[in-house]
Every structure is written in C-alpha cells, then in structure tokens.
C-alpha cells in the first residue's frame, strides 16, 4: 500500500501539548466538540429511531443509514483528539488505515443517502396515492445498500492499484486518504457522488414545486373535505423541505474545503493551513447539522429523543435520591438502636439502686 507517512510524521514531530497555544486550543476544542457531539447525536438518533414504531418506516430506514454513516464518521473523527493536542499519532498504522477508509467511505454515503431520500419524498410529496405501491421496503434497503456499496467498489480499485494512499497529516490532525492525482480525485468525487445528489435535489424541488402550483386548488379542496389526508400531504411537504436543508448544508460544509483545495492545487496557489484545518473540520461538522436539522424538523422525532435523553437524567437522579434516603434510615436505624440500648442501660442502673 503506497503512501504510509504516519511512523516518519510521529519521528519528526516534537511532542509537546498547546497548553499555552492559543491557537492550538482552539482547534482541540472545536475537534473534540465537533466528534463528541457527533458521536452521541447521532447515537441518540439511531436510539430514537429504532425504538419508535411510527418512525421504523421506509423514510426512517434511510434516515437511519444516514445517521449510522454520520456515526462512523464522528467515531473516526474522534481519534484526531489526540493527536490535535500532542502533534502526533499514537495509534499505529493499521488504525491509520482503516480511519482513513472508513472517512473516504463515509463522506460519500450521506450525499448518495440524500438522494434516495429526496427522491422518497418527492414521491410522497407528488404521489401520495401511489407512495405505497412505488415506494416499498425492499426498494429502499436496496437503494440503502446501493448507497454503502458504491464507495467501496470505486475506492477498493484506487487502493489495489496504488492510486490512493493514506498518511496522517498533522496540520489537519487526522489520518486521511490522499489521491496521487489532486485534480482526478477531486473531479471522480464530485461527479460520482456530490452532483448526482445536487442534480436530483434540483430537479426534484423544481417538480414538487411545479405541481404545487398546478393542484393549488385540488389542495384546497382536499384540506375542506379530507383534514387526515391534507395533514400527511402537509407532513410530507415539511420533510421534502428537511432533506433540502440537510442537502444544501452537506453543499455548505464541503463546497468550501474541496473548492479551495482544488483551486490551490490548480493555481498553485499556498493555503495557510489554519484556513484549511478551519475548512477540513468544517466538512466533517455536516454529520452533526444532520441531526440537529432533523431534531427540529420532525416533531415526533423530537418528542422522542427528549424523552430518551431525559430517561439517564432521571434514573441517575432517582439513584441519588435512593441513597440519600437509604443513608438517611440507616443513620435513623443506628440512633433508634442507640437511644434504646441508652434507656436499658438506664433502667438496668436505676434497678441496681434500688436492690
């Protein structure tokens, strides 16, 4: 496997920690912010997900593979913690590899996810009377496993003919995959995963809008006459408009990364690595937007997920509150069996006077 830098960086490095960096604390913050909350938002999410039944649905399948996909991501995203405080990579090269397979992989799920899913709700949206018939489970586990399979059959050739290499690059605090070619890589990843998703989102807005505009009057006539069947057209045009937020944020968190690397690569032009590890750590934030978009959005997810995070709260309160109580009668326990052990030494003494 070509391209192991990471024992020569760790020889190199002086490994001293940023206590007194300014700079240096900073970006451990915001990594370990940004892995931290994604790690426990999205296991919240799958949590959430899997324990509600109204949610286990063909739209909470693929909500699921996008939050296993941006769980991965934020566990890899962990393992830069270290290394962003002591400069170097403690974990061996192995761990490098698989770290850096698993966020190449990963990166490109959740746009190939997203555009399952607005062609999902486009179909709720546009066919609500033939959603069922068109829109079935086996469909979606397939356009699900679709989605997992197609990095790894791009990537596993790249890999096998030395094309990709994996190093940790310090000034980004991660172990990443890195292409012999900038220029391919940057143009095989946009066209195969990020513009198809761009494309389909685009094309399928422009059709539910179109067709809002056509059947204005057919909507109002059935909100008069149909309130159940109006209040699930109005629910699946909320979530055809969360999947274009979550799209247009994954557009935001990576444009700026991968246009700016492409640019410097193209014009030769030197990027100060701070405003790279800024935009680096920008794109690896999206899979935390991911659940907070959806925590807004969708009520009864909502619901949910505050109930569950509330429940470790309450447990561990009412585990307090039973200790207290339990030293509490045990204290009364103790001073009961003191003051009586008191009064029959008392009365045995009295006793003894008076013989």
């Known amino acids: 496997m070509a391209g192991n830098n990471s024992s020569s960086w760790n020889n190199q490095l002086d490994f001293s920690t940023c206590s007194e960096d300014v700079s240096c604390v900073v970006k451990t913050s915001a990594v370990s912010l940004i ?19 109204s949610l286990r649905n063909c739209h909470g399948y693929l909500v699921i593979s996008l ?17 962003t405080i002591f400069k170097k990579w403690p974990h061996g090269d ?26 999902e ?5 546009v066919h609500p009377l033939r959603y069922s018939r068109i829109v079935t489970k086996k ?27 994996y190093k940790f690059v310090y000034r980004l605090s991660s172990c990443t995959a890195t292409y012999i070619d900038q220029v391919v890589s940057v143009l095989l990843n946009t ?20 067709a809002f505009k056509q059947n204005a ?15 699930q057209t109005k629910r699946a045009i909320k979530f055809f408009r969360m999947i274009c937020i979550m799209c247009f944020t994954f557009y935001f968190c990576w444009a700026p990364h991968v246009t700016v690397g492409f640019v410097s690569i193209v014009a030769k032009i ?54 207290v109580d339990g030293d509490q009668s045990r204290e009364n326990t103790v001073s009961g069996v003191t003051n009586s052990s008191m009064a029959v030494t008392s009365s045995a003494s009295v006793n003894n006077q008076k013989q």
């Open 35 to 53: 892995s931290c909350l994604t790690v426990v938002g999205n296991l919240m999410s799958l949590v959430t997900l899997v324990s509600t039944k």
């Open 67 to 83: 939050s296993l996909a941006d769980l991965f991501t934020g566990l890899v995203a962990t393992t830069s913690i270290y290394p």
């Open 94 to 119: 192995l761990l490098c590899l698989l770290v850096a397979s698993v966020e190449a992989s990963t990166k490109k799920i959740s746009p190939l996810t997203m555009t399952v899913m607005s062609i």
């Open 121 to 125: 709700r486009y179909i709720a949206v």
């Open 139 to 165: 469909l979606v586990l397939f356009g699900i496993a679709i989605a997992w399979c197609t990095p790894v059959v791009v990537f596993i050739p790249l890999f096998l003919k030395e094309q990709v290499a």
């Open 191 to 210: 066209i195969i995963f990020v513009l198809p998703s761009m494309v389909t989102i685009c094309v399928t807005s422009f059709l539910v809008l179109r």
């Open 217 to 231: 009057r057919m909507r109002s006539l059935l909100t008069m006459k149909h309130g159940d069947r109006a209040t």
């Open 270 to 323: 030197r990027v100060p690595w701070d405003v790279y590890f800024a935009l680096y750590w920008l794109h690896y934030s999206n899979s935390l937007w991911n659940v907070v978009i959806y925590f807004v959005m969708n009520d009864t997810y909502r619901r949910r997920f505050l109930i569950l995070a509330r429940s470790p709260i309450t447990v561990f309160a009412l585990l307090c509150r039973r200790k």
